[in-house]
């Protein structure tokens, strides 16, 4: 465990963890590129470097909260000779193999990468009910492990492979965005009705908790190859989201999300998976559209 800590790049989520720190009593060595941002940290305590070298030997422990990874070999162009020596433990979102590619770039220049993705707002940094995915090294893990359960108390190590924190990471974002996209374009159909986003929402979050039981039911048989149209059918769905599609368009609302969702069904009947349940829709989408 340190009780030191160099935070790089600070948006909400960095902000959000270098005060995590200072909270816990840590030595916190700050730094962005708009040196503004750091003023309140800074009159908490916290250290403002002047440049990204000065904050990478200011500890041992460095975390990385950018935009990506290429905003990493940006920032360190120039201070590459700091990275020796030091635990990298990269934050940003970015593709698996990216994530690799940089354990090997730090690797080269004397460093350890630990790859992480966080499952949590800026608000919930620091809470213990929270969660982060990392892999890289395990003993760097380990060795760190309290450090980094300041960010999140919970931590899921995924594996010595550096991209499969990321991979973990990524999963969870293709099930958030387009499913708070889903929960935008109900609030803007409502609200083409004079329904507001609060009345609105007790009746989605009902709904997304009910996932839960549908992703319990669904997950084994879809590892079973199980698509039997027993309990639901792709028909079914098709028929759903052309009415979806038509309830937006009579409301003078856009339909371009849904109407993503409609083609992917209608390419599932198609191809042949109408009388199947829906969730044969992941065998068509196992391979690139078109192919």
């Known amino acids: 465990m340190s009780q030191s800590v160099t935070v790089i790049g600070l948006g909400p989520m960095g902000q959000a963890m270098a005060a995590a720190y200072l909270d816990r009593g840590y030595e916190v060595t700050v730094w962005n590129r708009t040196p503004s941002r750091a003023d309140a940290l800074v009159a908490r305590g916290a250290v403002a470097a002047a440049s990204p070298e000065e904050a990478l030997r200011a500890s041992e422990l460095v975390i990385l909260s950018l935009i990506?990874?290429?905003?990493?070999?940006?920032?360190?162009?120039?201070?590459?000779?700091?990275?020796?020596?030091?635990?990298?433990?990269?934050?940003?979102?970015?593709?698996?193999?990216?994530?690799?590619?940089?354990?090997?770039?730090?690797?080269?220049?004397g460093g350890t990468h630990l790859t992480g993705g966080v499952?949590?707002?800026?608000?919930?940094?620091?809470?213990?009910?929270?969660?982060?995915?990392?892999?890289?090294p395990r003993e760097t893990y380990e060795r760190f492990r309290a450090d980094l359960e300041v960010i999140t108390g919970r931590t899921d190590y995924?594996?010595?492979?550096?991209?499969?924190?990321?991979?973990?990471?990524?999963?969870?974002?293709?099930?958030?965005?387009?499913?708070?996209?889903?929960?935008?374009?109900?609030?803007?159909?409502?609200?083409?009705?004079?329904?507001?986003?609060?009345?609105?929402?007790?009746?989605?979050?009902?709904?997304?908790?009910?996932?839960?039981?549908?992703?319990?039911?669904?997950?084994?048989?879809?590892?079973?190859?199980?698509?039997?149209?027993?309990?639901?059918?792709?028909?079914?769905?098709?028929?759903?989201?052309?009415?979806?599609?038509?309830?937006?368009?009579?409301?003078?609302?856009?339909?371009a999300f849904p109407e993503a969702v409609l083609d992917a069904f209608r390419r599932g009947a198609a191809a042949g998976r109408g009388a199947d349940s829906f969730s044969s829709m992941v065998e068509l989408l196992r391979a690139p559209a078109g192919s």
């Open 68 to 109: 990506d990874y290429d905003a990493m070999y940006t920032a360190f162009e120039g201070a590459e000779q700091a990275v020796a020596g030091r635990v990298l433990v990269n934050l940003s979102s970015d593709a698996p193999e990216k994530a690799r590619a940089a354990a090997r770039w730090v690797a080269g220049l």
């Open 158 to 255: 995924r594996g010595e492979d550096p991209g499969l924190a990321a991979l973990m990471y990524q999963l969870n974002m293709v099930v958030f965005w387009p499913a708070m996209l889903a929960y935008w374009q109900a609030v803007a159909l409502a609200g083409a009705h004079g329904i507001t986003a609060s009345e609105i929402a007790p009746y989605v979050t009902e709904n997304h908790a009910g996932m839960g039981q549908f992703i319990d039911f669904y997950a084994p048989r879809i590892d079973a190859g199980n698509h039997a149209g027993d309990v639901d059918r792709l028909s079914m769905g098709l028929a759903s989201m052309e009415h979806v599609v038509h309830t937006n368009a009579d409301a003078g609302v856009d339909t």
């Open 119 to 136: 499952l949590s707002p800026p608000p919930g940094i620091g809470s213990p009910d929270m969660s982060t995915f990392y892999s890289g």
